[in-house]
């Protein structure tokens, strides 16, 4: 029964994304995206960005299960916060660099979003580690 769960596990996170990109792509490539049925259909995919950047919502998923995934599996706290920060960065650096939405407004929206993310991750992680240092040293006395 766990190899069935991972198994849709992986087909829907990593795999949905990839259909989504290729899918995406080919309709880019057949000029499709300008077609009013297709607009209709899986405009909510692709519309609110720059034409060269269909794919940036395939890429806002893969963000959030990384997050996602990252919260999950490790179980050090003090770790999670890290990596998760560094994700954070990460992220905040390749949205400085696209700059995928046609809006100028939503460009600075999500990087304020990504900021306060990163902030608030180091923030965490910074509390978080002599927290579980005091609680170390309290379970050892």
């Known amino acids: 029964m766990k190899i069935f769960m991972y198994t849709m596990l992986v087909m829907v996170v990593v795999l949905a994304p990839i259909i989504i990109v ?5 309709a880019y490539l057949l000029n499709r995206t300008i077609d009013p049925i297709f607009q209709t ?9 720059k034409t060269q950047c269909f794919w940036f919502e395939s890429y806002v998923l893969v963000r959030r299960v990384t997050l996602i995934a990252l919260l999950v599996s490790l179980r050090n706290n003090a770790t999670v916060f890290s990596w998760i920060s560094l994700a954070n960065i990460l992220f905040l650096y390749f949205h400085g660099y696209v700059r995928a939405y046609c ?18 991750t180091v ?9 579980s240092r005091s609680l170390a040293l309290s379970v050892v006395r």
């Open 123 to 131: 923030m965490v992680c910074v509390c978080v580690r002599p927290l």
């Open 41 to 49: 259909r899986y405009g909510l995919l692709f519309e609110g960005y």
């Open 22 to 26: 290729i899918a995406l792509y080919i």
């Open 103 to 120: 809006a100028e407004a939503h460009n600075h929206l999500e990087t304020y979003t990504l900021w306060i993310h990163c902030i608030l």
